[in-house]
């Protein structure tokens, strides 16, 4: 079973969830609340880090998060685009 135990730590445009051991995931923002890059580990995928750094995000700055082009698949299904 894998350890959901992490951290969350905040720099300017950047919030990162890490363990004792490696960085779970995180995602890379701007004030304007266009989010330039999101990453989870494969390992941790599938257990809803990446809508709980959307959120955290979108806390944080107050307004509703933009996908910054181009968008992978992936992230249409998370930011739910057509």
Same mark, same amino acid.
């Given at each position: 079973?894998?350890?959901?135990?992490?951290?969350? +730590?905040?720099?300017?445009?950047?919030?990162?969830? =890490?363990?004792?051991?490696?960085? %779970?995931?995180? #995602?890379?923002?701007?004030?304007?609340?266009?989010?330039?890059? +999101?990453?989870?580990?494969?390992?941790?995928?599938? =257990?809803?880090?990446?809508?709980? %750094?959307?959120? #955290?995000?979108?806390?944080?700055?107050?307004?509703?998060?933009?996908?910054?082009?181009?968008?992978?698949?992936?992230?249409?299904?998370?930011?739910?685009?057509?």
């Amino acid at each position: 079973m894998l350890n959901l135990n992490y951290d969350i +730590i905040e720099t300017d445009g950047v919030i990162t969830f =890490k363990n004792q051991n490696t960085t %779970l995931g995180f #995602i890379r923002y701007d004030n304007s609340g266009e989010v330039e890059y +999101i990453f989870v580990n494969p390992i941790f995928r599938k =257990k809803g880090l990446a809508k709980k %750094l959307l959120k #955290i995000t979108k806390q944080k700055l107050g307004k509703t998060l933009i996908p910054q082009e181009p968008i992978s698949p992936l992230g249409r299904k998370l930011f739910h685009l057509n």
